[in-house]
């Protein structure tokens, strides 16, 4: 069964409460990079005089080779309005993990400020993914997979208690997935 909850008030008592948003380095980070990158791609769109060899296997002429720029410029200024709503996010949603005695509160999605109670005894799975690096919790819940990534928490051991407590409470242990 899932439940909603929405405002801090509604639901049972809270055991412990995890800020859940993107970090303001990685936004302004991921802004400036791509920023930087859509602002160079325009640059060799509006200064292209020549052809363009991708890979010693696909031949663009000068204006081939304008559009491919611009494509790219286009592909970069899309990431940098992804850090925007990144930024709106963080400052107008309220997105959280909790942790309460019978259930675990998380975000019903990645753009919104509504939990979903997954009661402790309905998980069914706990599988850890680790992807170059980042880490990231597979909560299975009724057939649904819910997951929480270890970067979007205050920090690497808000992340390690989280899933310890979900393996206590759950009875599940958080196996490492190839």
């Known amino acids: 069964m899932e439940n909603r909850m929405s405002g801090p008030s509604s639901g049972p008592p809270v055991e412990r409460e995890y800020p859940y948003r993107p970090k303001?380095?990685?936004?302004?980070?991921?802004?400036?990079?791509?920023g930087a990158g859509a602002a160079f791609m325009a640059h060799m769109a509006l200064s292209n005089d020549r052809g363009l060899v991708i890979n010693g296997i696909i031949e663009l002429s000068s204006e081939g080779a304008r559009v491919f720029y611009w494509i790219i410029a286009g592909l970069f200024a899309a990431f940098v309005l992804l850090?925007?709503?990144?930024?709106?996010?963080?400052l107008t949603s309220r997105q959280r993990v909790v942790l309460t005695p019978e259930a675990i509160l998380v975000p019903r999605g990645r753009w919104s400020s509504e939990d979903?109670?997954?009661?402790?005894?309905?998980?069914s799975d706990l599988v850890?993914?680790?992807?170059?690096?980042?880490?990231f919790l597979n909560i299975i819940h009724e057939g649904r997979k819910y997951t929480l990534a270890a970067s979007l928490l205050?920090?690497?051991?808000?992340?390690?208690?989280?899933?310890?407590?979900l393996e206590e409470?759950?009875?599940?242990?958080?196996?490492?997935e190839a």
């Open 116 to 123: 979903i109670a997954l009661p402790f005894a309905e998980i």
């Open 24 to 34: 303001w380095p990685a936004i302004a980070l991921c802004a400036l990079f791509f």
């Open 128 to 135: 850890l993914v680790e992807v170059q690096g980042e880490r």
């Open 83 to 90: 850090a925007a709503m990144l930024v709106a996010v963080r």
């Open 154 to 165: 205050p920090s690497k051991e808000d992340f390690d208690a989280i899933r310890r407590r």
């Open 169 to 176: 409470r759950a009875g599940a242990t958080a196996e490492a």
